[in-house]
Structures are given as C-alpha cells and as structure tokens.
C-alpha cells in the first residue's frame, strides 16, 4: 500500500483564496481585519513564523503589524503591550509567537489576551469553550488537522484516534476536538508505558512529539491515516515526527513534512482573525 498524501499546502492555498474574497467583502461593508503579532527576541524559526503569517495576511488583504521586543523585555511591559493592544479598534486578533523567553510566564501572557481577541484559541475562556463544543477561536494547529481530515472525507466519528504528545498548543486540543466529532481518544506520551503498542491501535494517529522519526512502519495499523504535526531539522533538513518513507507504505493517509499541517496553521489564524472582525463593531 502506498498512503494517498494529504497535501496541506495544497488545502492551505485554497482556503486562502476563499479568505481573499470574505476579506474584500468584509472591508467594503465593515472594516479591515486586523492581526498584531508580538515576536519576542530573534529565535529564527520564530521569525520565519512571523514572517509568513504577516506575508499571508498581506496576500488575504487583512492589515497586520508586527511588534518586535528584545529577549530582555520585562514580563510587566510586554503585558502593558497586550493592553494596549486590546484596547486597539483596528486589531481584531492578538499573538505572541510562543515560545517566549524563560523568565515571562507563557500562561500570564496567553491570560492577558482578550478572549475575544485571542486569535490563536489558547486563553483558558476559550479552551473552555472548545471543550464544552461553544463557537469559539479553536487553536489554529488542531483546527488545521481537523480541516484536513474532513477536506479528505475521512471519518472521524466512531473512530479510535491516538494522539501521541500532550503539548498545550497541540496534542491535548486535537484530542478535544476529535472528541467533539465523536472520536474515541487516547492520549500518549513520553511517560506512556507500551506506547507503540497503542499507536498500532490507532485508526487515526496524530504525532506531535517534537521527535524526528520517532513513530515506524511497524508503529502503525495497516491502512491507518498518519498526521505528522512534528518539526525537526536533522542535519539542516527539516523533517517530521513520523518515519515518512517507511509509513506511507503502511498508512492509508499521510501527511507530509514539509507541506501539510504547518500551512494550514497560518491559514486558520487567518480564518480566526476574519471571524473576530466579523463580531466586532
Ligand atoms: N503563538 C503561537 N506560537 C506558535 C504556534 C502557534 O500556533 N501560535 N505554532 C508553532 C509555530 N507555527 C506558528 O506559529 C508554525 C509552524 C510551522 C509552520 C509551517 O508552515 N511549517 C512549514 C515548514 C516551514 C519551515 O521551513 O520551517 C511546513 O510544515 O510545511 C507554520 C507555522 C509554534 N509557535
């Protein structure tokens, strides 16, 4: 068997087409979307981050700026940041590219972002809306994954999906919103004992362990669909959490890395940040 290849790129460029027409409609009867995006420090994959999410709104037509700090910002003026801009009218969507130097707290930072500002699904209110299934900004990485197993008409419902990795900003959230479409959810992780035991139980089986090739051939269920949420670079060369040349011959669907859930995160912080401006006045 060779896995039929989820192309996230593919979906992520359609999607945004579609964003481009909701965008020039929203600006002619309302006003432009707005994303102010906070980039703390120059770690590069972060700036590469930033940089394409600022590129992808300027193509979609929203109106964006991004805020630089030095890595010696005080967690006291970024958060005096975060007030001023939720107190901004042309901002409908607020981020600090994660991870943030050590000595500011990520969770006080994530807190001070309005709920109805908080593009990126992570503030507690909207966690809790996520998990009770209220309308609600849904973290865009998970979001992404789910998008791209319905794009596929893969069933989820009924399903036995495996998560492997518990991250605030992945693994625990997929695993909620498989739950919501009716998936049967188990979590892994690195204290997990017969870890591999489980993922070959997986109908669905998402990795997001920030190990590269950590998950095999012999880890996986014939005809199971793979979703590789992992980002590694190995000797310069990026690759993902899941042996890819070993489990396509195993998998049903897989994704790729480069290419398939990552441009679909920029793509649903888009389509969150369209969703706020339509709310708001
Ligand atoms: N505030 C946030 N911080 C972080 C988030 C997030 O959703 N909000 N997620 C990740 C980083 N991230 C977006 O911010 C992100 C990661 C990867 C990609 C992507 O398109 N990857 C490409 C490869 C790009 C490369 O060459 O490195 C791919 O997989 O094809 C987009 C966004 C952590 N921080």
């Not at 300027?58 to 005080?74: F, H, N, P, R, W």
């Not at 695993?175 to 489980?198: D, I």
């Not at 793979?226 to 980002?231: C, E, S």
């Amino acid at each position: 068997m060779t896995a039929k290849l989820l192309n996230g790129k593919e979906l992520a460029q359609k999607k945004r087409e579609q964003l481009k027409s909701d965008v020039e409609a929203l600006t002619e009867h309302h006003r432009q979307p707005g994303l102010a995006v906070i980039l703390v420090g120059e770690d590069p994959a972060s700036t590469t981050y930033v940089r394409s999410k600022q590129k992808a709104c300027e193509q979609a037509g929203i109106y964006s700026v991004l805020i630089k700090k030095d890595d010696t910002i005080s967690e006291e003026e970024l958060l005096a940041e975060i007030d001023r801009l939720n107190e901004d009218p042309k901002i409908d969507g607020i981020l600090v590219q994660l991870p943030i130097p050590k000595h500011i707290s990520e969770q006080a930072v994530i807190e001070r972002i309005h709920p109805d500002k908080d593009v990126d699904g992570f503030h507690p209110i909207n966690i809790g809306k996520m998990m009770t299934g209220e309308e609600t900004f849904l973290p865009c990485t998970p979001y992404g994954v789910v998008e791209m197993l319905k794009e596929a008409k893969i069933e989820i419902a009924g399903k036995h999906a495996v998560i492997v990795g518990r991250s605030n900003i992945v693994g625990k959230p997929v695993g909620q919103l498989l739950l919501n479409e009716n998936a049967t959810v188990t979590y892994c992780h690195s204290r997990t004992k017969n870890l591999r035991e489980m993922t070959k139980q997986a109908d669905i089986l998402i990795v997001a362990i920030g190990r590269p090739n950590f998950i095999e051939a012999a880890d996986v269920k014939p005809g199971a669909v793979v979703v590789d949420v992992g980002i590694n670079r190995v000797d310069g060369k990026l690759c993902g959490d899941v042996d890819f040349e070993g489990v396509k011959e195993v998998a049903s669907h897989l994704t790729p890395v480069p290419g398939g859930v990552g441009p679909m995160t920029i793509t649903m912080l888009l389509e969150n940040t369209v969703q706020s401006a339509r709310k708001r006045v």
